[in-house]
């Protein structure tokens, strides 16, 4: 059982930049063919400066970070019991290519269920812009099962 004192334990926050290349592989894999997801002239027609971070693409980016597991060791999460559970987002403006977007991730809280089971981990990633400004978090929870 991992311990609750690791509730407010916050990862090294990770800067990292949204490329072109990227934007597009994740369009076409998610099936997205709205041009402006792709195409830069469609997206600067539409009104944006650049091609726009689609929906949960900040979910991908995040597991860009050098050691995107490397808070599980920190905490004593064993990955090969780890499921992910749920995630939701709120955004709050949009991201584009060619941003600098920092993430902050912090554990919010740690509970069991089925008598101890099933062990709940959730962590808040608040996610800046270049010039500080909020982006959107996400919330992810990951379920470990023991037993």
Not at 64 to 82: K, M, S
Not at 88 to 106: I, K, N, P, S, V
Not at 114 to 136: M, S, Y
Request: proline share 8%; with cysteine.
């Amino acid at each position: 059982m991992l311990d609750r004192k690791f509730v407010g334990y916050t990862s090294p926050p990770c800067t990292l930049e949204v490329e072109k290349g990227r934007l597009r592989m994740f369009a076409h894999a998610i099936g997205q063919t709205d041009p402006v997801y792709c195409d830069e002239a469609a997206a600067q027609a539409r009104g944006y400066p650049s091609l726009p971070v689609p929906p949960t693409f900040l979910f991908c980016l995040e597991m860009d970070r050098p050691d995107p597991y490397g808070w599980f060791d920190d905490v004593g999460i064993p990955l090969p019991e780890v499921l992910h559970a749920e995630q939701a987002f709120t955004y709050h403006r949009m991201a584009y290519a060619g941003d600098r977007l920092t993430f902050h991730a912090e554990i919010t809280d740690i509970y069991a269920k089925k008598n101890g089971l099933l062990e709940f981990v959730v962590q808040l990633n608040r996610i800046t812009n270049q010039h500080e400004e909020p982006v959107a978090e996400f919330t992810r929870t990951l379920v470990i099962r023991h037993g």
